[in-house]
């Protein structure tokens, strides 16, 4: 990609698409529909919640033999995000004698659709299932759907027939894209910076309007760093369901964008020895599967983070950044002790989570200052993580309050406890008022007008959309009661 094809340009079905003369704020669900005229992709709600815009987004795997999916809210993600890319709609899956693909039979056999409009994400959600789980349980079938809504099925005809549809053959389950791989190579976006002839990075951008705003697709944190310190008001874009949501709802138009998705050093978890290294462009869903062990109480938060296509493009980075009050990674982040590295230029610092927010949605960055990397520590021997997570639905909603607790026990007494919540204060924070109720106590000896105290001492008591504050603070309570509960020994059954 040069500044001088101003040219978006991806794979779709085995001919390469170039785009031009799209805004850079062209969402991928408008092309397709308005431009390509596949109209199978729908728009219901235009933020991320109906799925019924679902397509898969495909990049060459690492060894450049294949190609990787992810489901994605095309109603979300911008068109140059797709530079280099491929993309399957529901239409893609129909075969070169006409047939359909299994799970289309299966939808059909079943009775998995009715009014029919919500059918193409789903199918498309499924699909992208069955690429790397052949063989699905239920409950991973309903994670799965946790993003499609259908007013007419009940949803028992649509997991029935994934469960059918995982009978058929592996290489029947697979979408063809043998003719995409030489394509995605002929495409792909370089790895390398561009420099001038006096040795200066130059990024180029993917779009450019004739007023010099711009899209730019970095392949470098180097490159990154420099367009930020010459652009300190850039949009940084990683997975795009805020910045989306922006673009659809308030019609945003921001000047400069910087897209982080194609910057492999961002993409990268390290293993430090006692800490894990996330970098600013992994997944939610990435995250959720390196804790699944680690950190249970983490993972099963993450699971219940928007939908499988919004966890595939969010950001741990992008959460955090975007300083949301009821932000759901950040109590447990703040009660594991992560820090953040943050980047200007050629300069860093790290910063301590809990002295990253400065108020509401308001942190320490600086202009052109970005968060490269997020630090988590590793469990140690001796230490103790809960956290959970409460909200009106169980799938896709908000919490009214996320509450997390770290904490060791010695001598059958709580120390070095770390508590954090969302939804209480004009920023995720620690409660040290809290934690000095429990630490050096007993599990037996904690109470709860104690920790009521301590939460009327701690917040300034305030009623939200979600929640009263009423229900917020009987909740912040129990919910450290609980995992106070959890801490005490398991009796033996009376004989």
Not at 79 to 94: A, F, I, Q
């Amino acid at each position: 990609m040069t500044q001088a094809t101003n040219t978006v340009r991806f794979v779709l079905d085995g001919v390469i698409v170039e785009a031009q003369g799209e805004r850079r704020t062209t969402t991928v669900l408008d092309y397709l529909r308005e431009q390509l005229h596949r109209t199978g992709t729908k728009e219901g709600c235009a933020e991320g919640d109906c799925g019924a815009c679902v397509v898969l987004v495909g990049e060459l795997n690492a060894a450049g033999t294949g190609v990787d999916y992810l489901p994605v809210n095309s109603c979300l993600q911008l068109l140059p995000t797709l530079d280099g890319k491929s993309v399957k709609t529901v239409e893609s899956l129909r075969r070169a004698d006409g047939s359909l693909h299994p799970v289309q039979e299966a939808m059909v056999a079943c009775h998995g659709s009715q009014c029919g409009f919500c059918t193409p994400g789903i199918v498309m959600s499924l699909t992208g299932l069955v690429q790397t789980v052949k063989a699905p349980t239920r409950s991973q079938v309903n994670d799965a759907l946790s993003g499609n809504l259908c007013r007419c099925t009940g949803y028992k005809p649509i997991i029935d027939a994934t469960l059918k549809a995982c009978a058929a053959p592996a290489a029947e389950l697979k979408i063809d894209d043998q003719a995409d791989l030489a394509l995605l190579h002929e495409i792909r976006r370089p790895t390398e910076p561009t420099y001038s002839l006096d040795g200066d990075i130059v990024v180029q951008p993917v779009v450019r309007t004739r007023k010099g705003n711009e899209f730019v697709s970095p392949a470098t944190v180097a490159e990154v760093a420099d367009y930020l310190k010459k652009h300190p008001g850039a949009t940084l874009l990683a997975g795009s369901t805020e910045i989306g949501l922006q673009v659809n709802k308030q019609f945003s138009r921001p000047d400069h964008i910087v897209y982080l998705g194609n910057v492999a050093e961002l993409r990268q978890i390290q293993d430090n020895g006692g800490t894990w290294r996330i970098g600013a462009q992994v997944s939610l869903s990435a995250v959720e599967a390196l804790v699944a062990k680690a950190y249970p109480d983490f993972a099963e938060v993450l699971r219940r983070f928007g939908s499988p296509p919004i966890r595939s493009t969010a950001t741990l980075a992008g959460n955090i950044a975007n300083g949301s009050p009821i932000g759901d990674t950040m109590p447990c982040l703040l009660a594991l002790g992560a820090t953040l590295l943050l980047r200007r230029g050629d300069a860093t610092r790290t910063v301590s989570l809990e002295k990253f927010y400065t108020g509401q949605k308001k942190t320490v960055l600086q202009p052109g200052e970005f968060i490269e990397a997020i630090h988590l520590p590793k469990p140690k021997a001796g230490g103790f993580f809960r956290a959970h997570k409460i909200s009106k639905r169980f799938d896709q909603d908000i919490s009214a309050t996320c509450c997390a607790m770290h904490y060791q026990l010695k001598d059958g007494k709580f120390s070095d406890v770390r508590l954090a919540y969302n939804g209480l204060a004009p920023s995720p924070c620690r409660a040290p008022a809290l934690e000095a109720v429990i630490n050096g106590r007993a599990p037996d000896a904690v109470s709860a007008a104690q920790l009521d105290q301590a939460i009327a001492a701690s917040f300034t008591a305030r009623d939200g959309l979600r929640a009263t504050w009423i229900y917020r603070a009987l909740v912040a309570r129990n919910l450290v009661l609980q995992f106070v509960e959890e801490s005490l020994p398991v009796k033996e059954a009376v004989q």
